[in-house]
T-cell receptor, first 115, second 113 residues
Framework: DAGVIQSPRHEVTEMGQEVTLRCKPI?????LFWYRQTMMRGLELLIYFNNNVPIDDSGMPEDRFSAKMPNASFSTLKIQPSEPRDSAVYFC?????????????FGPGTRLLVL | GESVGLHLPTLSVQEGDNSIINCAYSNSASDYFIWYKQESGKGPQFIID?????DKRQGQRVTVLLNKTVKHLSLQIAATQPGDSAVYFCAERGGGATNKLIFGTGTLLAVQP
């Protein structure tokens, strides 16, 4: 089975540009999580969805960040406008909540560099 | 100014030795714990999990021990191999309805050949 799929794998952009990160969760999983990882702050949860509904977005840094999950197989994380301090690796993870093994499986990440 | 990143604890072991990575968790109500391995340039990879109603669980070459009295979790890796070199994270899930995980800062395991 395919794992969590993220695109793009690498993104270099200029300050002020819009960035859209994409995630396809594992088929059959009903929870989806967006994380950010930096050397300064480690792994931080930004937002998570259960059954396509946002449950906790308290980790979203500010209004420049938004996330959507229009259906069970796709989610986006958008940064508009981007700033250099947004440079990080962004991970998507998914989970089958309610199963015997409720663990999160991570994608390979998107490495974002904002110049 | 000088940037300061997270200081990762480092465990250096010889190939073939056993490794023990420790983690202190914060929430006494946490009911589920996971160990992840993260290799350079990759996402965290699930290793093993344990629920709060257990104190030990074994996998292939790995064992997780849970001590709820002192809120301590450990990961034991038997016969450590160079391929085990990575950063290891523990994660806890608070009890109740949440499926939000709280991650530790990680431990860097360096295996010397």
């Amino acid at each position: 089975d395919a794992g969590v799929i993220q695109s793009p794998r690498h993104e270099v952009t200029e300050m002020g540009q819009e960035v859209t990160l994409r995630c396809k969760p594992i088929s059959g999983h009903n929870s989806l999580f967006w994380y950010r990882q930096t050397m300064m702050r480690g792994l931080e949860l930004l937002i998570y969805f259960n059954n396509n509904v946002p449950i906790d977005d308290s980790g979203m840094p500010e209004d420049r960040f938004s996330a959507k999950m229009p259906n069970a197989s796709f989610s986006t994380l958008k940064i508009q406008p981007s700033e250099p301090r947004d440079s990080a690796v962004y991970f998507c993870a998914s989970e089958r909540r309610g199963s015997t093994q409720e663990t999160q499986y991570f994608g390979p990440g998107t490495r974002l560099l904002v110049l | 100014g000088e940037s300061v990143g997270l200081h990762l604890p480092t465990l250096s072991v010889q190939e073939g030795d056993n490794s023990i990575i420790n983690c202190a968790y914060s929430n006494s109500a946490s009911d589920y714990f996971i160990w992840y391995k993260q290799e350079s340039g990759k996402g965290p990879q699930f290793i093993i999990d344990i629920r709060s109603n257990m104190d030990k669980r074994q996998g292939q070459r790995v064992t997780v021990l849970l001590n709820k009295t002192v809120k301590h979790l450990s990961l034991q890796i038997a016969a450590t191999q160079p391929g085990d070199s990575a950063v290891y994270f523990c994660a806890e899930r608070g009890g109740g309805a949440t499926n939000k995980l709280i991650f530790g800062t990680g431990t860097l395991l360096a295996v010397q050949p």
